[in-house]
């Protein structure tokens, strides 16, 4: 299995991609990972791309950390095809694509810019990894 990151719009602040690259690094050291910019709404076409498609969403599934750990360990032990996370730009997405996904998670209550979704979504990966490997990064 390997984990597809599938991003819209370009990471503009340097602060967040740098935030976005360390994680991102730090992430290839637990699991397979590739990230993807994108203009469009569905590159992959989720509809004929096998395999489990997860959109974040506002209204998606609340997490805890280590609820979102279980998630992922979960995950990693039954899928065998790919995860696809996909992180919406400054619209969102629409309902129709978010409607072909297997399942939608929310990051929080609150909204927050699509740049720094990416970067606390890359963080909580991160930290779901931690958890799993009962590391200390995560208190």
Request: net charge negative; proline share 3%; no cysteine.
């Given at each position: ?20 690259k ?25 509809t ?44 969102g ?47």
């Open positions: 299995m390997k984990v597809h990151i599938v991003a819209v719009g370009k990471l503009k602040n340097g602060y967040v991609a740098e935030g976005v360390d994680y991102y690094e730090r992430i290839k050291h637990y699991i397979p990972i590739t990230m993807v910019e994108t203009k469009q709404e569905n590159p992959f076409n989720m004929t791309k096998e395999g489990f498609h997860i959109v974040l969403d506002a209204q998606g599934k609340l997490m805890t950390s280590e609820e979102f750990a279980s998630f992922i360990e979960d995950l990693l032990t039954t899928q065998s095809n790919d995860v696809y996370f996909y992180i919406g730009g400054p619209e997405f629409s309902e129709a694509f978010k409607n072909n996904a297997q399942m939608r998670i929310s990051l929080s209550l609150m909204t927050f810019p699509h740049e720094l979704a990416r970067l606390f979504f890359l963080e909580q990966l991160y930290r779901a990894l931690t958890i799993i490997k009962g590391e200390k990064y995560h208190k």
